[in-house]
């Protein structure tokens, strides 16, 4: 499998590829105007990147594949209102300011929540009975933005 040198830093990326090609340290060292050891370094770290790139893959993959479920309408109101209930302790935890993008820096499952909760709610009700909190802070927060 080829891999993705778009990760790395410069350095990195120049060091891996000339050292996949079969260049020796030395070389690659003198060329860059770095130690040995440096170059060294700069390869062990894009081997450990692409490691850690390659477990970021599989979990957004294992995230992301659908599964078939099939529930009952109670069981899906029971997970409604335990997604409501989430949401809340996890917006408790959320540090909101006036400037920057909160949102992205909400875990995950906090992320997911709002389009879960339509998703479930449609297959229910036939329609969005609750908003998401996410959702009524976003638009608190793009008319506070609107009016300054």
Same mark, same amino acid.
């Given at each position: ?13 120049? %060091? #891996?590829?000339?050292?996949? *090609? ?18 060294? *370094?700069?390869?062990? *770290?894009?081997?450990?990147?692409? +490691? /850690?790139? /390659? +477990?970021?893959?599989?979990? /957004?993959?294992?995230? *992301? ?36 993008? #909160? +949102? ?5 499952? %906090?992320? +997911? ?36």
């Amino acid at each position: 499998m080829e891999k993705d040198v778009s990760i790395l830093t410069e350095k990195q990326r120049i %060091a #891996w590829t000339r050292h996949e *090609n079969g260049e020796p340290y030395s070389k690659i060292a003198r060329d860059m105007g770095l130690s040995a050891q440096a170059v060294a *370094n700069h390869v062990h *770290n894009a081997e450990r990147r692409f +490691r /850690e790139y /390659e +477990r970021y893959k599989a979990h /957004e993959e294992w995230n *992301n594949a659908q599964i078939n479920l099939v529930l009952t309408n109670a069981e899906c109101e029971i997970l409604v209102q335990g997604l409501l209930a989430y949401e809340n302790k996890m917006m408790k935890t959320a540090h909101f300011t006036g400037s920057g993008d #909160w +949102r992205s820096r909400l875990p995950y499952e %906090a992320q +997911r929540i709002p389009p879960l909760l339509d998703k479930l709610q449609q297959a229910v009700y036939g329609e969005s009975r609750y908003r998401s909190t996410l959702i009524v802070c976003e638009m608190q927060n793009d008319l506070k933005k609107s009016k300054a």
